[in-house]
């Protein structure tokens, strides 16, 4: 048995076509994993691409090139260190992460393996993300999709205003 009748989900949900250039962008890295050329790329080669081809002109969001406020940035500072890509509100005094990326590499196999040179694993270097005391990590849940298109997000606990 289905939660929702499956004949009044088709009636009243229609699918919005793709737009070309999404599209074409979506298109392009699906051949670059279909084709296996993406596990001869090291992880850093791929940052910018995926950054502007993905996250920004798939998903909309905008860096610095689109304006003095902004709302996805590379190499982020946090800790004693930085992300590879955050997602939050960027161009005023103090950059506010809503959510931090560690890209990994194609070849990456398991999460939870120590890293090389790192003495951690990438799920280890997560968690120190959310144990920083300042951000507040469940309320960026309910911002992220407000962040892109405006929307409120459907998570227990998120209200318009957070």
Request: proline share 7%; with cysteine; glycine share 10%.
């Amino acid at each position: 048995m289905n939660l929702f009748n499956r004949k009044t989900l088709k009636r009243h949900i229609k699918a919005d076509p793709i737009p070309s250039d999404r599209l074409a962008a979506l298109e392009a890295w699906t051949e670059l994993i279909s084709s296996g050329r993406i596990e001869r790329l090291k992880e850093t080669a791929l940052h910018g691409q995926f950054a502007s081809k993905i996250v920004e002109g798939v998903l909309g969001y905008h860096g610095p090139a689109g304006g003095a406020d902004y709302n996805v940035s590379t190499e982020q500072n946090i800790l004693r260190g930085s992300v590879d890509l955050a997602l939050g509100r960027f161009g005023g005094k103090t950059p506010d992460i809503v959510a931090p990326f560690e890209l990994k590499g194609a070849d990456t196999r398991d999460l939870d393996a120590i890293m090389p040179g790192r003495n951690k694993s990438p799920v280890q270097q997560a968690w120190e993300y959310v144990s920083i005391p300042e951000q507040n990590w469940p309320s960026s849940r309910c911002k992220i999709d407000q962040l892109g298109r405006g929307l409120a997000a459907p998570w227990r606990g998120c209200s318009p205003d957070s």
